[in-house]
């Protein structure tokens, strides 16, 4: 997987946003992942796309200096887009990833993704999805499966919630204290099969992206419970960070609205929902 470079990326692409002064947003081409911490200890919340280390690893260096590693990786999933770099990172740092149980199938050799749905209801991006590497990897005894209370031992007062739709082992983080929301791909806020919307990064509530999600009504639920935590600041694995009333009436129309705006008309893995 880490070899294959996919041709595709967005005006976002190699841009910084620190969405607290904990928290930096880092956007490879398509996808975001996010450096939790400071100096003194920090995680890196996924691990972008294929061949992409090199300039995870620059982005390491200017935020926390020569030689910075991080405690661990934390997964919100194993997509390629979500762990494209992660064997070449683990490989750097030598430091343990975390990922939920259902996840782990995946990220130990056992199990592949399914294969992108291209026939689904969506623009050139789902056209395209057939070429996007699903193998799963094997990073061995350097993966943990979280706590299943939900602590997630590197990052002390954050909270791991399992977000299932997208992926079986899907989770988004969630902190109390200032009610940040990093919810991996539960629901983003680009329309991510479209290239143009990908390209500009209009922004807009969408379900998760519908090329890869085999389980809608998970999908639905997964939502409703991330709506019902209320966050005041929310950060997806596709678009731009969200927060305060953009944020409570964008995740509303979402659950409200999901079977029109997430759900597509057809599609492989459609035909369970409707």
């Given at each position: 997987?880490?070899?294959?470079?996919?041709?595709?990326?967005?005006?976002?692409?190699?841009?910084?946003v620190s969405i607290k002064p904990d928290i930096h947003m880092f956007t490879v081409q398509i996808v975001n992942l996010f450096f939790v911490g400071d100096q003194q200890g920090w995680v890196l919340v996924d691990a972008g796309m294929p061949r992409s280390a090199d300039n995870i690893l620059k982005q390491t260096e200017q935020l926390f200096g020569e030689g910075a590693k991080p405690k661990a990786i934390v997964l919100t999933h194993g997509h390629f887009d979500?762990?494209?770099?992660?064997?070449?990172l683990v490989h750097r740092w030598?430091?343990?990833?975390?990922?939920?149980e259902m996840e782990l199938p995946y990220l130990t050799g056992k199990k592949d993704y399914p294969k992108p749905d291209a026939?689904?209801?969506?623009?050139?991006?789902a056209k395209m999805s057939p070429m996007f590497p699903t193998k799963a990897i094997d990073l061995g005894?350097?993966?943990?499966?979280?706590?299943?209370?939900?602590?997630i031992p590197p990052m002390p007062g954050w909270?791991?919630?399992?977000?299932?739709g997208h992926s079986p082992g899907h989770i988004s983080l969630f902190r109390a204290a200032d009610r940040v929301l990093l919810a991996g791909d539960a629901f983003i806020t680009v329309k991510q099969d479209a290239l143009y919307n990908v390209l500009t990064q209009k922004k807009e509530f969408q379900g998760p992206p519908r090329y890869l999600t085999t389980d809608w009504e998970a999908a639905k639920a997964s939502v409703r419970r991330l709506a019902e935590l209320q966050p005041a600041i929310a950060a997806t694995g596709?678009?731009?960070e969200t927060a305060g009333q953009?944020?409570?009436?964008?995740?509303?129309h979402l659950v409200a609205h999901f079977d029109e705006v997430a759900v597509p008309d057809y599609g492989r893995y459609v035909d369970d929902h409707h």
């Amino acid at each position: 997987m880490e070899n294959q470079f996919i041709p595709a990326t967005s005006v976002n692409s190699g841009r910084v946003v620190s969405i607290k002064p904990d928290i930096h947003m880092f956007t490879v081409q398509i996808v975001n992942l996010f450096f939790v911490g400071d100096q003194q200890g920090w995680v890196l919340v996924d691990a972008g796309m294929p061949r992409s280390a090199d300039n995870i690893l620059k982005q390491t260096e200017q935020l926390f200096g020569e030689g910075a590693k991080p405690k661990a990786i934390v997964l919100t999933h194993g997509h390629f887009d979500h762990a494209g770099a992660l064997e070449e990172l683990v490989h750097r740092w030598d430091v343990p990833v975390y990922a939920h149980e259902m996840e782990l199938p995946y990220l130990t050799g056992k199990k592949d993704y399914p294969k992108p749905d291209a026939s689904v209801e969506g623009g050139l991006v789902a056209k395209m999805s057939p070429m996007f590497p699903t193998k799963a990897i094997d990073l061995g005894g350097k993966i943990k499966a979280l706590p299943a209370d939900g602590l997630i031992p590197p990052m002390p007062g954050w909270r791991s919630i399992h977000t299932p739709g997208h992926s079986p082992g899907h989770i988004s983080l969630f902190r109390a204290a200032d009610r940040v929301l990093l919810a991996g791909d539960a629901f983003i806020t680009v329309k991510q099969d479209a290239l143009y919307n990908v390209l500009t990064q209009k922004k807009e509530f969408q379900g998760p992206p519908r090329y890869l999600t085999t389980d809608w009504e998970a999908a639905k639920a997964s939502v409703r419970r991330l709506a019902e935590l209320q966050p005041a600041i929310a950060a997806t694995g596709h678009g731009t960070e969200t927060a305060g009333q953009e944020l409570t009436d964008g995740l509303a129309h979402l659950v409200a609205h999901f079977d029109e705006v997430a759900v597509p008309d057809y599609g492989r893995y459609v035909d369970d929902h409707h």
